[in-house]
């Protein structure tokens, strides 16, 4: 069965960084493309970042230049480093196998403030 358990979330100041982690198991995760999303209170859950097996990237406009998402094939695991943080990057940030809509992890919490 899949499982997603993001970690590395915290509170940050404006202008720091976080890395985030989501630990896999249940599905070959070499082929698999691996997503992140987040949710600020009172919004619908936006995707941020995807990245294939074959390393291709994409960004949400409002993150490009700042994030950067990858993978660790051996370690079943997608990482998402965020840097610059602002007010706005506040939520809950889960991640996601592509192939797999419906399963989602518990989340990880990232808040932005002075």
């Known amino acids: 069965q899949v499982q997603l358990v993001e970690s590395g979330g915290g509170l940050v100041q404006p202008g720091g960084s976080l890395k985030l982690s989501c630990a896999t198991s249940g599905f070959i995760f070499v082929l698999e493309p691996m997503a992140w999303y987040r949710q600020a209170p009172g919004k619908v859950r936006e995707l941020v970042a995807t990245?294939?097996?074959?390393?291709?990237?994409t960004y949400h406009n409002s993150v490009e230049g700042r994030f950067t998402i990858s993978r660790d094939n051996d370690r079943k695991t997608v990482y998402l480093q965020m840097n610059d943080l602002r007010p706005e990057d506040t939520a809950v940030y889960y991640c996601?196998?592509?192939?797999?809509?419906?399963?989602w992890g518990q989340g990880t919490q990232v808040t932005v403030s002075s």
């Open positions: 996601r196998a592509e192939s797999y809509v419906q399963v």
């Open positions: 990245i294939t097996g074959r390393l291709r990237t």
